[in-house]
């Protein structure tokens, strides 16, 4: 390959690795904890059970009932999502004309319980995962770009790197040159895991940008009639106008029943109404079903007055289009291989965070000036708010762990964004060194107190051994404290005893 487009390939890698990295730093180290989403919905404080033990049918029945004798006008549109998965209490949300969200739920008395919009850490996981903490639409669509600049990267690093990839695949060169070791280590995580960096890339452009995309083909090729072809296969019966005359739908339980009748393998974890109480109403069953597919997605849609089902949504029925979709839609989110999937997802998921931070701090390391302590102000820029964004962000979801546990639901996102903050600041008005120092200790205590949060339930104190999602979040928080702690030690050791002429060089008194 000629020397130019080597480099015309390393300029592409190095500033499109830039532009996008630190808001991929967030997505991945975000999205390897969204992995475990319903494990993790037991590590929030919830209400104590109520005294009397109810099927997921029976509580979501009493939800719904208590939520439609106060709020009627929800009967147009609403979703229930039974305990289970989703968390071990039944709610109730719908949707109002501005686009905001109510939301109910029952206390374990069984009064009805108003919830902040996308109440929970772990929906606000889920949304850090796809905006970066940003407004969500805005946030949404610039993740969609930035997942088409991660592709970019992606092809140019493969076309740098590639050659020498056998060669050098196993290669960290322990040594003196900090540099090199780095930069082993970036490439070897980045090859090893790039089949499902190609994943993550094509998947969420496609889901952030899905509409977008559409919209030349709607509007140049099918005369606006695109969304009107593509409705039967993303709808699973068609809107019907209201009779409007009353009909009492079936209650919970016997629907539960025909839509496991009607696809025996159905797990069911939510319904979808519309235009409940109506004789035309609609109820839609969702749930998971295990058919040896990629997804498992299940529905049966039926008229909730009679129960008579209008169609069934298995995975090994649906059409290439809704199978592909859906498929790319489980690799993304990797919830089709149970546990051990999982866990090395949220191993890959690990290891992309650390991709983006490393290729941030090799920029930086490669641009810096040999022969004199003062570096140029884009390199120092660029390093203080690496460091300020990405060691703000894993001090961040520790501080979300620990509130979630100890505070009402809904702080716990300001606590993120407090944490956060602090982070970008403290890096932008300390020494470098000394900052990526001071904030790698903040996230290892961060972390470390997780594991002392996860002692306090409810009611009082909770031994770690009575729950294993506590033994599970309580190891994970401990080696990540161990590896920050340890990457301090490093950076200290690195700011005092290494290259004076760097920007992770401690100045002299």
């Known amino acids: 390959m000629k020397a130019a487009t080597v480099r015309s390939f390393l300029s592409l890698h190095s500033w499109v690795g830039l532009v996008a990295g630190m808001a991929l730093f967030i997505a991945f180290y975000a999205g390897a904890i969204t992995v475990f989403t319903h494990e993790l919905g037991d590590w929030q404080r919830q209400p104590a059970a109520p005294a009397a033990v109810q099927t997921p049918a029976q509580a979501g029945q009493a939800l719904m009932d208590a939520v439609l004798a106060r709020h009627p006008q929800a009967a147009e549109s609403f979703y229930l999502v039974l305990p289970g998965d989703h968390g071990p209490v039944a709610r109730l949300y719908w949707y109002r004309p501005d686009g905001a969200v109510e939301q109910f739920q029952l206390d374990p008395g069984g009064t009805l319980q108003a919830l902040p919009q996308r109440t929970g850490f772990v929906d606000f996981l889920y949304d850090l995962h796809f905006t970066a903490g940003l407004p969500r639409t805005f946030g949404t669509y610039l993740f969609g770009v930035v997942c088409i600049l991660y592709g970019l990267a992606l092809v140019s690093g493969v076309v740098l790197y590639a050659p020498a990839f056998l060669k050098d695949l196993f290669a960290l060169r322990l040594g003196r040159n900090v540099k090199r070791l780095w930069q082993d280590a970036h490439n070897v995580v980045g090859m090893l895991s790039l089949p499902f960096h190609v994943i993550f890339a094509w998947s969420g452009a496609v889901l952030c940008l899905g509409l977008i995309l559409l919209a030349p083909f709607q509007y140049l090729v099918f005369d606006g009639k695109l969304l009107q072809i593509l409705e039967p296969d993303f709808e699973l019966t068609p809107h019907v106008e209201p009779a409007n005359a009353k009909a009492a739908p079936l209650p919970v339980a016997e629907l539960l029943r025909r839509a496991h009748a009607a696809s025996p393998g159905l797990q069911a974890d939510s319904l979808s109404y519309h235009d409940a109480s109506d004789a035309n109403a609609r109820v839609e069953v969702y749930g998971e079903n295990d058919q040896r597919r990629l997804n498992t997605l299940g529905a049966v849609a039926m008229e909730a007055a009679t129960g008579k089902v209008l169609n069934v949504l298995e995975p090994r029925s649906m059409s290439p289009g809704v199978a592909g979709l859906r498929g790319l839609q489980a690799l993304h989110f990797g919830n089709y291989g149970h546990a051990p999937l999982q866990w090395l997802y949220f191993l890959l998921g690990l290891g992309g965070a650390f991709l983006f931070y490393s290729g ?16 140029p102000a884009r390199t120092q820029l660029m390093a203080r708010l690496t460091i300020g964004v990405c060691l703000g962000c894993i001090a961040g979801v520790s501080a979300l762990f620990v509130a979630a546990r100890l505070l009402p639901p809904g702080q716990e996102k300001l606590v993120y964004y407090a ?25 290892a205590l961060a972390t470390l107190l997780v594991p002392v949060a996860g002692l306090f339930g409810t009611d009082g104190l909770v031994p770690p051994w009575r729950h294993g999602v506590l033994w599970a979040v309580d190891l994970c928080a401990l080696a990540l404290a161990w590896a920050y702690w340890t990457m301090a030690r490093a950076t200290l050791r690195r700011a005092r005893h290494g290259d004076p002429n760097s920007v992770w060089a401690l100045a002299p008194r």
């Open 360 to 375: 941030n701090l090799l920029w930086v390391e490669a641009r810096r000036k040999r022969r004199q302590p003062d570096q």
């Open 419 to 443: 944490m956060f903050g602090l982070g970008v600041a403290w890096a932008l008005l300390r020494p470098t060194a000394r900052a990526a120092y001071e904030l790698l200790l903040l996230c």
